[in-house]
Structures are given as C-alpha cells and as structure tokens.
C-alpha cells in the first residue's frame, strides 16, 4: 500500500470515527437529559415546590392538585438520593414513549418509589427532546409502573 493510500485510509477512518463518536454523544445526552428532568422534579418534589414540579411536567398532565398534594406530603430534609433508576426509553435511537420507575430517598427514610411518564421525540442525528408527560404518586416498594 502505497504512502498515499495509507493517508486517505486514515482521514477516512478517522472522520467516520468522528461522526460515530458525535452520534453517540447525541444519543447519550437523551439519557442525561431524562435523568436530570426526573431529578429536579424530586428534588422540587423534596423541597415543596409545587411551581417548579409543574415547570418540568407537560402541560398534558393535567393535574394541579396532584403535583400541590406532591409538594405538600413528600416535604422533607435532607439530600436527596436516587437509589433505582428503570427507563423504558432508556437507549431509545429514535422517538419512544414509556415509563420510567424511579426509587429515591432522603437520608435513612424509606425510600419512595414513583413513575413518570416520558416521551422522546426525535433521533441520534437531529437530536433528541425529552419531555414528561405525567407523574404518579408514590406507589409500592415492589410495585410496577
């Protein structure tokens, strides 16, 4: 293989390596996106901030008094902590709607459990909107979404 022929080789394994590794990060930014909607909804949910709940949850969803009822009774100190995290659209490439359950406490309380539906519209290349379309109240340590 001639000098030439190595370089081009190269430029091109190199430049398809770079468009791999853009989508990826694309790809993987829908999954932080997710998590930190989720989170700050927790943690507004921790402080009672009924305001910043209802900021983070479509307008589909519809329910004041129960993001109010949310804020009111999931009040509390403490850091809050994430303990399980099972997202339906979790590595979803392209447009997804599902549940994600989520296990998070504060300090040594006994950990809450909740679902929220999420919606991902979009793909790798033209990027990804993540939306939440409602949330539940606490359920069930065991329970399912």
Known sequence: MTLTRRRVALSVTLVLFLVVSALAARWLSAEGAERAKIERVIEAQARGDAGAIDREVSDTCACP?????????????????????????????????????????????????????????????????????????????????
């Open 65 to 145: 008094e129960l993001i109010d009822r949310l804020a009111r009774t999931l009040r509390g100190p403490g850091r809050v902590e994430i303990v399980r995290y099972d997202s339906v659209t979790s590595h979803a490439l392209t447009s997804d709607a599902g549940p994600t359950r989520v296990v998070w406490r504060r300090g040594d309380e006994i950990p809450t459990v909740q679902c929220f539906s999420v919606r991902r519209k979009g793909d790798a290349v033209r990027g990804m909107r993540v939306t939440l379309l409602r949330l539940s109240a606490p359920i069930g340590l065991e329970a399912a979404c």
